[in-house]
């Protein structure tokens, strides 16, 4: 199965990648967390990355689809993938769509968890009291979501263009319940 999971900050994407990668047994790759580990490590990469992440903006398209594409070629990529919050816009989908083209892997769907901007807002701020995340103040959140509506969103026409688009609600109960919608919504997949 090779998936790719999207949808606004807040939408409960990497609950979802957890349990979809279990399922389907094929590795849940963020590059959120791919970022999050470079700051960790405190090399140049996550230099940039911290202060990209903590104005609520993107990393740059190249730096990101080459880690992407790197993490692929790795032996446990085999039986699929799943991709979370990796494409965030059109050129990301592009590239994927190109690399994955060549090696006869096209994906298989696209899930996209639609939740209210209200609710959005609200997880948010509970997660930044829960985790601290350094990205999840009032201030970032609000440009997160800005930065999601300019450039990810456009990825909803562009997925529904090649028939690969899943839509799920994803403000429609808890986590399990949206993971069975998840499932349901895969179901002819
Ligand atoms: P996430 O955990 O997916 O919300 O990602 C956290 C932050 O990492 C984002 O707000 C971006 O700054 C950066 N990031 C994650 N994925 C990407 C991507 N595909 N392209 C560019 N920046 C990204």
Sequence with gaps: MRLVLFGPPGAGKGTQATRLSEKFSVPALSTGDMFRAAVKEGTELGRQAKQVMDTGGLMPDSITFGL?????????????????????????????EAHLAAQDTPLDAVLFLEVPEAELLRRLKGRAE???????????????????????????????????????????????????ACLAALQPV
């Design 68 to 96: 992407v594409q790197e993490r692929l070629t790795r032996a446990d990529c085999g039986d699929g993938f799943l991709l979370d919050g990796f494409p965030r816009n059109t050129v990301q989908a592009e590239l994927l």
């Design 130 to 180: 829960q985790e601290g995340r350094s990205d999840d103040t009032e201030e970032t959140i609000r440009a997160r979501l800005q930065t999601y509506e300019q450039e990810t969103a456009s990825l909803r026409p562009f997925y529904d263009q090649r028939g690969l688009l899943v839509p799920v609600d994803g403000a429609g109960g808890d986590a399990d319940s949206v993971f069975t």
